[in-house]
């Protein structure tokens, strides 16, 4: 399975919740502080790092503040005999 995380520009949102309702595992909440624009921004709540990277999130942000870094693993390939 991919793993993945967010970043957000915490002073650049608008705290519309929009990303939160599209998380599939329910890890954006909404901080419990204000922003510089007086706003309660979105944050990644991830202990058990089951974000995936879907960027799901990103998709649906109006204001363009999320970033997704996602890391999805590579499997051996299996050499021929030689």
């Given at each position: 399975?991919a793993?993945?995380?967010?970043?957000?520009?915490e002073?650049?949102?608008k705290?519309?919740e929009?990303?939160?309702s599209?998380?599939?595992?329910?890890i954006?909440?909404?901080a419990?502080?204000f922003?510089?624009?007086?706003?309660r921004?979105?944050?990644?709540?991830?202990p058990d790092?089951e974000?995936?990277?879907?960027?799901?999130?990103?998709?649906?942000?109006?204001?363009?503040?999320?970033?997704?870094?996602?890391q999805?693993?590579?499997k051996?390939?299996a050499?021929a005999?030689?």
């Amino acid at each position: 399975m991919a793993k993945g995380r967010i970043e957000i520009e915490e002073n650049r949102c608008k705290g519309c919740e929009l990303c939160m309702s599209v998380c599939p595992k329910e890890i954006i909440r909404m901080a419990d502080y204000f922003n510089v624009r007086g706003y309660r921004p979105a944050q990644l709540v991830d202990p058990d790092r089951e974000c995936t990277g879907c960027t799901l999130c990103a998709l649906v942000c109006p204001d363009v503040v999320i970033t997704v870094f996602r890391q999805v693993p590579v499997k051996p390939v299996a050499m021929a005999p030689a």
